[in-house]
């Protein structure tokens, strides 16, 4: 028996009808189509499915999507605004932070997540914040530079 | 180096902004209406006969649309090398490890699909198993396929020079012996396909693959489509590292499932799935023999192979001369030996990954060299420079360095190390090792026997705007070879890259034999070129005419004609020009003639402007058997520092520093080899100490998850320094050459060596957990 929700994704307000064992992850992808957030083990484990839930960056996979009733849900299609790249997006465009692409929504997020709370990390709290989103193309070290850069970048925008 | 406008910069990625945003589309993020979902029943035992399949149930069950065995797919044989089709799309007689293929159905949702495997009754009766190789070449032991009795899939046996008795002549000789684990590529993203029958008989596979052009025939073969109805398309791809090399029963199914419903069928596997399909990096064993002489001349090599194939040949022809052919360098060697065994397990099949069948092999002689040093008293990078290759040397076994910056990477890296200082001089617990290693630059034959080109690439010059579209079969993968050709049509039409546009990865464009064998730039680099010259020809000649110039007079740069160095007088075109665009709002300005305005011109002088490139390399190699495995028209090579802390307490190992110089020829993308390098690092860091995918006493795998089966993670890697080398490889467009596979070979014996010098124990089996070496030095202690 399918449940209500309602939501905001992205801003948008959002009334859906969902099985109860539908994850988060399906509701965005199947009946969204948000295909940016990727799904690469269902598990947990890679990290790839990466939303943020009501300011906490997660594992869309781990949470029902019944779950998410009432809750306020930023997938990497709503990060860019009024057509303008997020500072992360253009770091991570710039430095070289993305290969194949498959982490880089999720990784995105994470880093997100990680500046909302602490606009000016140590290179350890980025390596931890991002510990959770797996990277089998970069060796992580072009992502942690555009961390890093996104940051300098959001401060500077933050100060003027 | 030239003086290049567009190459050798750090352009960013033509696809970043798309993977960026969440707009850039994998396989799986496709549907279409009216689409089935697939599955495929696998086995749930490593080795039995198949008495009976009943699909009675399954068929019955509302919304199921189609059931498939092997009386529906047929018995047609497949597999990578023509030499070894050992593959069937179903088993029939037999299942040979858990996870074989059995049956695939489409349903209108995935729940019902897996519902109707589970009401599929297969009758098995078990067979003895064997998933130790050293057991399966036993005498008596269980036989996996009958026409390769003691369960031989290959085997390899070469010699240059009298082996024997160059050892003999030696002042030492040393041996070392090397055991790998089978690794997972543990690409992020899973193989997915959807598969389009239409109801003219073409099949397009809109699939998560390294190689559209082999998925094309092999499907084609296996599905009996005549191969011009098959169309591959290769959407955006979340990594391959070589298991996804190959056309997979993943796509055979989707095909063969959208041929019966004609729906679209979709199938992705599952996490497990990814590593029961395997088809990554085998186990090896290595053993070797180096003699040298005592001033640090190395004069020969004997090398000995087994490697755990699994259960089919997949990619492992090839796999096992690599193991042989790839250590005939970077040092100079008078005789070499080789002897190889693949052979069959009851375990899922392994096949290509980065660093191709090189890896293992290497880590095992670059550990015999430190040791060699050592035994002579010898420092290990004296002794590595003392033999070492240059430009226009050529192996023992034939391989032709046509350029080889591998003592420029050796001296560059040590430059930076302070190595004499602390080689050997660290205090216990502190170490520093160093390795080095190449790698083909595209392997020079295709898989199979052929004359076919290895790249071809259409460009096409949009009729207005002056915009150059790139058509190619080349796979982007996460590599960043879009970018390689957007940069390379680019520099040769004298335009900016934000005016070519890459359409890749679809069948129907090229012919490209695909992503593997770091071949792209090489290849597919030198039809773009090539390509790109020709419309940039065809411009030239078309502007000479109209405006009575010579041809040799004109250039072309950022977007600007110039004749003469100049601006000439071209006043006629942009009149013209202007008056074909009234009331458009960018009209061309400045005092130079702009691409766009030539390129104009020459399709009202010849309708659309198109330029074609092909290349294939020429004959490579010796004669003798297997000599065209490790041929290539250009070497990359790479050489590596690490800097280890190990407690001695515990044996956790900690990386400190990694430095890495790669030749790459001329570096097309700065920021793309550095992003090849490190990656590359981290996949050989986690296989040296962590990657291990186990098996329990059945067959079964026991970690088949990216919780359970660990790469590296953020905090696993140090902080990496990445130099690039740039030689100037003749064969190569530009002078560039591979840096994709060549730059994991010294990352696991550099590791290893750095292990030796902070603790004194060599360690000859993967991965170094904590608890192996906390164990190796236990045994050194009671030894001592």
Same mark, same amino acid.
């Given at each position: 028996?399918?449940?209500?929700?309602?939501?905001?994704?992205?801003?948008?307000?959002?009334?859906?009808?969902?099985?109860?064992?539908q994850?988060?992850?399906?509701?965005?992808?199947?009946?969204?189509?948000?295909?940016?957030?990727?799904h690469?083990?269902?598990?947990?484990?890679?990290?790839?499915?990466?939303?943020?839930?009501?300011g906490?960056?997660?594992?869309?996979?781990?949470?029902?999507?019944?779950?998410?009733?009432?809750?306020?849900?930023?997938?990497?299609?709503?990060?860019?605004?009024?057509?303008?790249?997020?500072?992360?997006?253009?770091?991570?465009?710039?430095?070289?932070?993305?290969?194949?692409?498959?982490?880089?929504?999720g990784?995105?997020?994470?880093?997100?997540?990680?500046?909302?709370?602490?606009?000016n990390?140590?290179?350890?709290?980025?390596?931890?914040?991002?510990?959770?989103?797996?990277?089998?193309?970069?060796?992580?070290?072009k992502?942690?530079e555009?961390?890093?850069?996104a940051?300098?970048?959001?401060?500077?925008?933050?100060?003027? | 180096?030239?003086?290049?406008?567009?190459?050798?910069?750090?352009?960013?990625?033509? !696809?970043?902004?798309?993977k960026?945003?969440?707009?850039?589309?994998?396989?799986d !993020?496709?549907s279409?209406?009216?689409?089935? $979902?697939?599955?495929?029943?696998?086995?749930?035992v490593?080795?039995?006969?198949?008495?009976?399949?009943?699909?009675?149930?399954?068929k019955?069950l509302?919304?199921?649309?189609?059931?498939?065995?092997?009386?529906?797919?047929?018995l047609?044989?497949?597999?990578?090398s023509?030499?070894?089709?050992?593959?069937?799309l179903?088993? $029939?007689?037999?299942?040979?490890?858990v996870?074989?293929e059995i #049956?695939?159905?489409?349903?209108?949702?995935?729940?019902t699909?897996?519902?109707?495997l589970?009401?599929?009754?297969?009758?098995?009766?078990?067979?003895?198993a064997?998933?130790?190789m050293?057991? #399966?070449?036993?005498?008596?032991?269980?036989?996996?396929h009958?026409?390769?009795?003691?369960?031989?899939?290959?085997?390899?046996?070469?010699?240059?020079?009298?082996?024997?008795?160059?050892?003999?002549?030696?002042d030492y000789?040393?041996?070392?012996?090397?055991?790998?684990?089978?690794?997972?590529?543990?690409?992020?993203?899973?193989?997915?396909?959807l598969?389009?029958?239409?109801?003219?008989g073409?099949?397009?596979?809109?699939?998560?693959?390294?190689?559209?052009?082999?998925?094309?025939?092999?499907? &084609?073969?296996?599905?009996?489509?005549?191969?011009?109805?098959?169309?591959?398309?290769?959407?955006?791809v979340?990594g391959?590292?070589?298991?996804?090399?190959?056309?997979?029963?993943? /796509?055979?199914?989707?095909?063969?499932?959208?041929?019966?419903?004609?729906?679209?069928?979709?199938?992705? =596997? %599952?996490?497990?799935?990814?590593?029961?399909h395997?088809r990554?990096?085998?186990?090896?064993?290595?053993?070797?023999s180096?003699?040298?002489?005592?001033?640090g001349?190395?004069?020969a *090599?004997?090398?000995?192979?087994? *490697?755990?194939?699994?259960a089919?040949?997949?990619?492992?022809?090839?796999t096992?001369?690599?193991?042989?052919?790839l250590?005939?360098?970077?040092?100079?060697?008078?005789?070499?030996? =080789? !002897?190889?065994?693949?052979?069959?397990?009851n375990?899922?099949?392994?096949?290509?990954?980065?660093?191709?069948?090189?890896v293992?092999?290497? &880590?095992?002689?670059?550990?015999?060299?430190?040791? %060699?040093?050592?035994?002579?008293?010898m420092?290990?990078?004296?002794?590595?420079?003392?033999?070492?290759?240059?430009t226009?040397?050529?192996?023992?076994?034939?391989?032709?360095?046509?350029?080889?910056?591998?003592?420029?990477?050796?001296?560059?890296?040590?430059?930076?190390?302070?190595?004499d200082?602390?080689?050997?001089?660290?205090?216990?617990?502190?170490g520093?090792?160093?390795?080095?290693g190449?790698?083909?630059?595209?392997?020079g =034959?295709?898989i199979?026997?052929?004359d076919?080109?290895h790249?071809?690439v259409?460009?096409?010059?949009s009729e207005?705007?002056?915009?150059?579209n790139?058509? %190619?079969g080349?796979? /982007?993968i996460?590599?960043?070879? @879009?970018?390689?050709? #957007?940069?390379?049509?680019?520099?040769?039409?004298?335009?900016?890259l934000?005016?070519?546009?890459?359409?890749?990865?679809d069948?129907?464009y090229?012919?490209?034999l695909?992503?593997y064998?770091?071949?792209?730039?090489?290849?597919t680099?030198?039809?773009?070129?090539?390509?790109?010259?020709?419309?940039?020809?065809?411009? #030239?000649?078309?502007?000479?005419?109209?405006?009575?110039?010579p041809?040799a007079?004109i %250039?072309?740069?950022?977007?600007?004609?110039?004749?003469?160095?100049?601006?000439?007088?071209?006043?006629?075109?942009?009149?013209?020009?202007?008056?074909? $665009?009234?009331?458009?709002?960018?009209?061309?300005s400045?005092?130079?003639?702009?691409?766009?305005?030539?390129?104009? *011109?020459?399709?009202?002088?010849?309708?659309?402007?198109?330029?074609?490139?092909?290349?294939?390399p020429?004959?490579?190699?010796?004669?003798?058997?297997?000599? &065209?495995?490790g041929?290539?028209?250009?070497?990359?090579?790479?050489?590596?520092?690490?800097?280890?802390?190990?407690?001695?307490?515990?044996?956790?190992?900690?990386i400190?520093?990694?430095? !890495?110089?790669?030749?790459?020829?001329?570096?097309?993308?700065?920021?793309?080899v550095?992003?090849?390098?490190?990656?590359?690092?981290?996949?050989?860091?986690?296989?040296?100490?962590?990657?291990?995918?186990?098996?329990?006493?059945?067959?079964?795998?026991i970690?088949?998850?990216?919780? /359970?089966?660990?790469?590296?993670?953020?905090?696993?890697?140090?902080?990496? +320094?990445?130099?690039?080398?740039?030689?100037?490889?003749?064969?190569?467009?530009?002078?560039?050459?591979?840096?994709?596979?060549?730059?994991?070979?010294?990352?696991?014996?550099?590791i290893?060596?750095?292990?030796? @010098?902070?603790?004194?124990?060599?360690v000859?089996? *993967?991965?170094?957990t904590?608890?192996?070496?906390?164990?190796?030095l +236990?045994?050194?202690?009671? /030894?001592?």
């Amino acid at each position: 028996m399918k449940k209500t929700i309602q939501l905001t994704i992205n801003g948008q307000q959002v009334q859906a009808a969902v099985a109860p064992n539908q994850t988060l992850v399906q509701f965005l992808r199947d009946d969204l189509g948000l295909t940016g957030t990727k799904h690469g083990c269902g598990l947990g484990d890679c990290g790839a499915c990466t939303v943020i839930l009501d300011g906490r960056a997660v594992n869309s996979c781990l949470v029902l999507a019944i779950q998410a009733d009432g809750c306020d849900v930023l997938t990497i299609e709503g990060l860019a605004e009024d057509g303008n790249l997020h500072p992360l997006q253009q770091a991570f465009v710039d430095k070289g932070a993305i290969q194949c692409g498959f982490c880089s929504p999720g990784m995105i997020l994470s880093a997100k997540a990680l500046l909302d709370e602490k606009p000016n990390p140590t290179e350890l709290e980025i390596r931890t914040a991002i510990s959770g989103n797996l990277c089998r193309c970069t060796g992580y070290q072009k992502i942690v530079e555009a961390i890093n850069e996104a940051a300098e970048v959001i401060r500077d925008r933050e100060e003027s | 180096m030239g003086d290049y406008r567009v190459l050798n910069t750090r352009a960013p990625r033509v !696809d970043a902004v798309a993977k960026a945003t969440g707009q850039a589309k994998y396989a799986d !993020d496709f549907s279409m209406p009216g689409m089935l $979902h697939a599955a495929i029943l696998q086995s749930p035992v490593a080795h039995a006969r198949i008495l009976h399949i009943d699909t009675s149930k399954a068929k019955k069950l509302a919304g199921v649309k189609a059931v498939v065995t092997s009386r529906e797919a047929g018995l047609i044989k497949y597999g990578v090398s023509p030499a070894r089709y050992d593959e069937t799309l179903f088993a $029939h007689d037999k299942v040979r490890y858990v996870g074989d293929e059995i #049956a695939a159905v489409a349903a209108f949702d995935q729940a019902t699909a897996q519902e109707a495997l589970s009401l599929i009754k297969v009758d098995y009766e078990e067979l003895p198993a064997v998933f130790d190789m050293f057991e #399966a070449m036993k005498e008596g032991a269980p036989q996996i396929h009958a026409e390769f009795p003691g369960n031989m899939n290959a085997e390899v046996h070469q010699e240059f020079g009298d082996t024997e008795a160059a050892l003999a002549s030696c002042d030492y000789v040393v041996n070392h012996t090397f055991l790998n684990k089978r690794q997972d590529a543990a690409f992020i993203e899973p193989h997915s396909c959807l598969a389009v029958f239409d109801p003219s008989g073409r099949l397009t596979l809109y699939t998560s693959t390294q190689v559209p052009h082999y998925v094309m025939r092999t499907v &084609a073969m296996t599905l009996q489509i005549p191969v011009g109805n098959v169309r591959v398309v290769k959407p955006y791809v979340g990594g391959g590292f070589g298991p996804k090399c190959e056309a997979t029963p993943l /796509e055979m199914s989707c095909g063969l499932l959208a041929k019966i419903t004609g729906k679209p069928v979709k199938m992705t =596997y %599952t996490r497990e799935q990814v590593f029961l399909h395997s088809r990554a990096r085998h186990q090896f064993f290595a053993e070797m023999s180096l003699g040298v002489m005592k001033d640090g001349t190395m004069v020969a *090599l004997k090398n000995k192979a087994v *490697l755990d194939g699994g259960a089919y040949t997949s990619f492992g022809i090839a796999t096992v001369y690599y193991s042989g052919s790839l250590l005939g360098g970077p040092y100079k060697l008078r005789s070499m030996k =080789y !002897d190889g065994y693949r052979v069959y397990t009851n375990k899922p099949a392994c096949g290509a990954q980065r660093g191709h069948g090189g890896v293992a092999h290497r &880590a095992c002689f670059e550990q015999l060299i430190d040791m %060699t040093a050592e035994k002579i008293g010898m420092d290990p990078i004296e002794m590595r420079l003392k033999n070492i290759m240059t430009t226009g040397d050529m192996t023992v076994n034939e391989l032709d360095m046509s350029s080889l910056g591998m003592k420029e990477c050796i001296e560059t890296i040590k430059a930076g190390s302070d190595w004499d200082n602390k080689k050997g001089k660290l205090p216990r617990g502190k170490g520093i090792g160093m390795a080095c290693g190449f790698f083909v630059s595209g392997a020079g =034959y295709p898989i199979y026997r052929s004359d076919t080109y290895h790249s071809t690439v259409v460009i096409k010059l949009s009729e207005d705007g002056g915009v150059a579209n790139v058509l %190619t079969g080349s796979a /982007e993968i996460g590599q960043g070879s @879009d970018t390689t050709m #957007a940069m390379i049509a680019a520099e040769t039409l004298g335009i900016p890259l934000d005016n070519v546009r890459v359409y890749s990865g679809d069948t129907d464009y090229s012919v490209d034999l695909g992503a593997y064998s770091s071949r792209q730039t090489l290849m597919t680099g030198h039809a773009t070129k090539q390509a790109a010259e020709e419309i940039r020809n065809k411009i #030239a000649l078309y502007l000479s005419e109209e405006l009575d110039v010579p041809v040799a007079s004109i %250039t072309f740069s950022d977007g600007i004609v110039k004749f003469d160095g100049g601006a000439g007088n071209f006043d006629k075109l942009r009149t013209n020009y202007i008056k074909e $665009h009234r009331g458009w709002t960018d009209p061309p300005s400045g005092e130079y003639l702009t691409f766009r305005e030539a390129a104009r *011109l020459a399709y009202l002088k010849a309708g659309t402007i198109v330029g074609t490139g092909k290349y294939k390399p020429p004959k490579l190699g010796g004669s003798y058997k297997g000599a &065209a495995v490790g041929t290539s028209p250009a070497y990359g090579c790479s050489a590596q520092i690490v800097e280890v802390s190990v407690d001695l307490e515990t044996g956790q190992i900690t990386i400190d520093a990694m430095t !890495d110089a790669h030749d790459c020829g001329l570096a097309i993308n700065r920021t793309s080899v550095e992003g090849q390098m490190q990656g590359s690092l981290s996949m050989g860091l986690g296989e040296c100490l962590f990657e291990q995918v186990k098996f329990d006493s059945r067959g079964r795998i026991i970690n088949p998850s990216l919780g /359970e089966y660990k790469i590296p993670t953020a905090l696993d890697m140090p902080k990496v +320094k990445s130099i690039i080398v740039e030689s100037n490889e003749p064969n190569g467009p530009y002078g560039a050459k591979e840096v994709g596979e060549g730059a994991i070979m010294p990352t696991i014996p550099a590791i290893l060596n750095a292990i030796y @010098d902070a603790t004194g124990v060599r360690v000859n089996e *993967l991965p170094v957990t904590s608890e192996r070496l906390f164990m190796t030095l +236990k045994k050194k202690a009671e /030894e001592a």
